[in-house]
């Protein structure tokens, strides 16, 4: 979607607020045993004091308030009651809600202790190729300086990014134009970014891996050689430094 209005940037931010404490109140939550189902009903009790509605399910009847995906999962984990985290887990949550009609989406990965160095440099290097990531998204520029911003970062570090998982527009509907958005350099991608666009920025930075495959589940994307940390923000393109609308505040 485009902003073109005040209300439309107040509603956003709305529930861009809630999907980012969401996360940030999951995060929190993470233990030893626990299972995925009993995760993924805290993000629903969460989501449900502020009369905000899962994205996944009301767009694709996903069976799941949110996509909660453990170690070699790489997105889209359906959270089950049989799935028990253990410690030293790699886990990504992946929130996105909607309210008034705007839709917000938001994710991070995270370790339940002990902490391996591995684990540990897929997730900070996939944090700071999302930030480089939102620093390329300007009003003017074209859309595959994200990508091209993302893909050095992570090179940079000796990881890769997931091809076939793109960051997306967001804001009327769950996944929008512009769509497709790649974490990687498209010279063919011509689009331009405007004042006003909302979008996704959201890397998935890989120990090796370039692509993920369907696990068998119809959902779950998975690399069973690698492990893949993903980070994201929805952000509103302005003439200057982009809005981001899903800090936990």
């Not at 233990?31 to 993924?40: A, R």
């Not at 069976?63 to 995906?69: A, F």
């Not at 990508?147 to 091809?163: D, T």
Request: charged fraction near 20%; include cysteine; glycine fraction near 10%.
């Amino acid at each position: 979607m485009s902003i073109n209005s005040v209300e439309d940037l107040e509603n956003l931010k709305k529930i861009g607020s809630i999907v980012g404490r969401c996360l940030d109140y999951m995060a929190k939550k993470l233990e030893p045993g626990m299972t995925t189902h009993e995760l993924d009903q805290i993000g629903k009790s969460f989501l449900n004091q502020f009369g905000a509605r899962s994205a996944p399910q009301i767009v694709y009847d996903f069976p799941g308030t949110t996509c909660i995906s453990l170690n070699h999962e790489a997105a889209h984990g359906i959270p089950s009651r049989f799935k028990k985290m253990k410690a030293g887990d790699l886990v990504n949550i992946d929130v996105s809600a909607e309210l008034n009609g705007y839709f917000a989406d938001t994710g991070g990965s995270f370790i339940i202790p002990p902490v391996t160095a591995i684990k540990k440099k897929v997730c900070d290097v996939a944090m700071s190729t999302m930030w480089k990531g939102i620093s390329a998204a300007v009003h003017g520029g074209r859309i595959n300086e994200i990508g091209r911003a993302m893909e050095n970062e992570a090179h940079k570090n000796g990881l890769s990014v997931i091809m076939n998982l793109c960051s997306h527009g967001v804001g009327r509907w769950l996944h929008e134009e512009p769509d497709q958005i790649p974490g990687y350099y498209d010279k063919k991608d011509r689009r331009i970014l405007s004042e006003g666009t909302v979008i996704t920025v959201e890397p998935f930075v890989s120990t090796g891996a370039k692509k993920v495959i369907e696990s068998g589940d119809g959902w779950t994307l998975i690399n069973p050689n690698h492990f893949t940390a993903q980070y994201e923000h929805t952000i509103v393109i302005t003439k200057d430094k982009p809005l981001i609308m899903t800090l936990p505040i």
